[in-house]
């Protein structure tokens, strides 16, 4: 089991950016799959990132493919999600997930057993 805590977001104008992070804890965070999530108010949680152990493999959802990059750094335990031309749409709670059983990029909540509190994103017109 992992403790995750997510931070950077913020309040940003339509086209700009913002870098999220995830700081885990733990000594087998290079072993865990991670992604991130995101839900607004109102609204199922929706995928957004997925992100394999080693770095190698990644998954996007359509809708942040070629706009965010999600990425890892093992030796700080620390998750990444770099989010570019951001649009109103994005507006939302952002959370990171964690798997030590998934060994593939997953889109699949339930695949993940360990969660942060989320960290709010909102964009403005």
């Known amino acids: 089991q992992v403790q995750l805590v997510e931070s950077g977001g913020g309040l940003v104008e339509a086209g700009g950016s913002l870098r999220l992070s995830c700081a885990a804890s733990g000594r087998a965070f290079s072993s865990y799959t991670m992604a991130w999530f995101r839900q607004d108010t109102g609204q199922e949680r929706e995928f957004v990132a997925s992100i394999s152990g080693s770095g190698r493999s990644l998954l996007y959802a359509d809708s942040v493919k070629g706009r965010f990059t999600i990425s890892r750094d093992n030796a700080k335990n620390t998750l990444f999600l770099q989010m570019n031309f951001l649009k109103p749409e994005d507006t939302a709670e952002y959370s990171c997930?964690?798997?030590?059983?998934?060994?593939?990029?997953?889109?699949?909540?339930?695949?993940?057993?360990?969660w942060g509190p989320g960290t709010w994103v909102a964009v403005s017109s």
């Open positions: 997930a964690g798997s030590s059983r998934q060994s593939a990029p997953s889109s699949s909540q339930r695949s993940y057993d360990d």
